[in-house]
Nanobody, 115 residues
């Protein structure tokens, strides 16, 4: 069974920084895609950044956040600088498995940015 654990969330003042990290344990698994989504209260999930096994990435907030995928350690990192209150959300890490066709999710890490 695949388990994803997100870390690095917290409470920061506007203009502050946070670095989120998602790591994987268990398995077996073969990564097809892995990345970050976020969910604000009462809203749907929003894609933040996703990396694919072919090396491509889709980054919805490129320029605001820096996204890194380590395909050896199977970790994804989201470096968030100059945070604004609209970044407040629960950030979740999904992993799409290439062979099983399943998607596993972590429980998320909460980011709160105060103005």
């Amino acid at each position: 069974q695949v388990q994803l654990v997100e870390s690095g969330g917290g409470l920061v003042q506007s203009g502050g920084s946070l670095t989120l990290i998602c790591s994987v344990s268990g398995g077996p698994f073969t990564v097809y895609a892995m990345g970050w989504y976020r969910q604000r209260p009462g809203e749907q999930y929003e894609s933040v950044a996703v990396a694919f096994s072919d090396g491509s990435t889709v980054e919805s907030l490129k320029g605001r956040f820096n996204f890194f995928f380590d395909n050896v350690k199977n970790t994804v990192t989201l470096q968030m600088n100059n945070l604004k209150p609209d970044a407040s959300a629960t950030y979740l890490c999904p992993l799409a498995d290439r062979d099983y066709g399943s998607v596993s999710w972590g429980k998320g890490t909460l980011v709160t940015v105060r103005s």
